[in-house]
């Protein structure tokens, strides 16, 4: 059965393209693949591009692409989505040209919050990848990252990337009333993350993560951050399920960025979910406080 295989490309709207590429440059250590007036396309592997900032009037994720085997699996999977009532769209062949994949279909996500691209062969960089910072990013068969969302309609969420997207449950985090489900596509614990029922709180991408090799380098970013380079979000900690040693930090796009290392990989075959009470065996202490008032969503 056609499935999504990862987390291929996040794309930003964003109001400040200088302090995207001073951010992204000088704490992320991703390399600037293309900067134009209206946009900067950052590599962290040997794809042209796995997050693209454009300008604009907002700031927030729009899009997200998640990449299938090939052009069967796309049609596939285009259809099933298509019958449990959402409108999947072909953009158009200089749209898809510009995204640098082959094909793609693209709906809207159950609470409109994003726009989700299925499509596949994200092309290659003829030039060997080389971080700013000397940082390795873990992508490979685990994709680019994680993304955590906030959400209203959790059914509909389950539905869409249980039933038809082809995740699977990784495990659940209860605390504080709220329950966190954990999701993944390939070896990495968990692609996609989903949680409902916090008032107050706008449905949101509450944080895209970025994973390392090496320990010091998420160290050296956090002695960054602590020293003004981005907010702090949360600091160092230790996640239960994940196992990942990481940190929160906001992005110019005021959505959170998890930068961390260590994260677990998993076997499909062997794997059984479990299930949590908290995020952390240590750290990850809140350095902002979120409240109804505040317009950003960190999750
Ligand atoms: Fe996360």
Redesign the pocket.
């Known amino acids: 059965m056609a499935e999504v295989k990862s987390l291929a490309y996040a794309i930003v709207d964003a109001t400040d393209l200088d302090a995207w590429y001073d951010y992204g440059v000088n704490v992320v250590g991703l390399q600037v693949g293309e900067r134009t007036d209206r946009r900067i396309r950052f590599r962290m592997d040997n794809k042209l591009y796995r997050l693209e900032i454009n300008r604009a009037d907002q700031d927030r994720i729009t899009h997200i692409g998640w990449e299938v085997k090939g052009p069967a699996e796309l049609e596939q999977l285009a259809e099933a989505v298509r019958g449990l009532g959402y409108d999947v769209r072909r953009p158009s062949a200089e749209e898809i040209t510009d995204r640098c994949v082959v094909d793609l279909y693209r709906f809207t996500d159950p609470d409109g919050t994003v726009e989700c691209e299925l499509h596949y062969a994200l092309h290659d960089s003829l030039d060997r990848f080389a971080s700013p910072l000397g940082h390795s990013f873990v992508t490979g068969d685990g994709g680019a990252g ?1 993304v ?1 969302q906030l959400v209203q309609d959790v059914e509909a969420y389950e539905k869409l990337y249980f039933d038809v997207l082809g995740f699977r449950l990784s495990d659940w985090i209860e605390m504080k009333g709220l329950k966190l489900t954990f999701t993944h596509c390939n070896p990495r614990h ?1 692609t996609f ?1 989903f949680g409902g029922g916090v008032p107050g709180l706008p449905t949101a991408i509450g ?1 895209l ?1 970025v994973e390392v090799e090496d320990i010091d380098h998420v160290g050296r970013a956090h002695d960054k951050v602590l020293n003004g380079a981005a907010r702090m979000i949360s600091g160092l900690g230790r ?1 239960t399920n ?1 196992k ?1 040693i ?1 940190f929160y930090m906001d992005s110019p796009s005021h959505f959170g960025v ?1 930068f ?1 290392t260590g994260g677990l990989r998993i076997d499909d075959a062997s794997w059984l979910p479990t299930w949590y009470t908290e995020t952390q065996y240590w750290g990850h202490s809140p350095y902002l406080t979120l409240s109804k008032d505040d317009p950003k969503n960190y999750g």
């Open positions: 994680h955590f968990h993350a944080h993560m996640h994940d990942m990481s998890e961390g």
